[in-house]
């Protein structure tokens, strides 16, 4: 069983940067992928970024791509997600989400914090 818990979203401007988090417990962390996904209002909760068990690659969707780091501290399990050049396209609530295998299908995540509001301002 794996528990995660999100924290670190906010309201910032256009270009500006944020950095969301994501403190695991429970199971070993360091065994599962990590991925950030997420949604925005009146659409569907879409991939974002994923990095592997190992520390492996990271693998991000286009919009993400050039823009969003995301990394992981496995002595403190807790993954991360820098996002620079932010839009007003980025507004959405961001959630972490863990698996055994990393994939950018959300079906693939066996466990899913409560999300943090990320609100990108023109």
């Known amino acids: 069983q794996v528990q995660l818990v999100e924290s670190g979203g906010g309201l910032v401007q256009a270009g500006g940067s944020l950095r969301v988090s994501c403190a695991a417990s429970?199971?070993?962390?360091?065994?599962?992928?990590m991925a950030w996904f997420r949604q925005a209002p009146g659409k569907e909760r879409d991939f974002v970024a994923y990095?592997?068990?190992?520390?492996?690659?990271?693998y991000y969707s286009n919009s993400a791509k050039g823009r969003f780091t995301i990394s992981r501290d496995d002595t403190k399990n807790t993954v991360y997600l820098q996002m620079n050049s932010l839009k007003p396209e980025d507004t959405a609530v961001y959630y972490c989400a863990a698996a055994r295998v990393a994939t950018t299908q959300r079906a693939g995540y066996d466990y899913w914090g409560q999300g943090t509001q990320v609100t990108v301002s023109s």
């Open positions: 429970g199971s070993i962390f360091s065994s599962y992928a």
């Open positions: 990095i592997a068990w190992s520390g492996g690659i990271p």
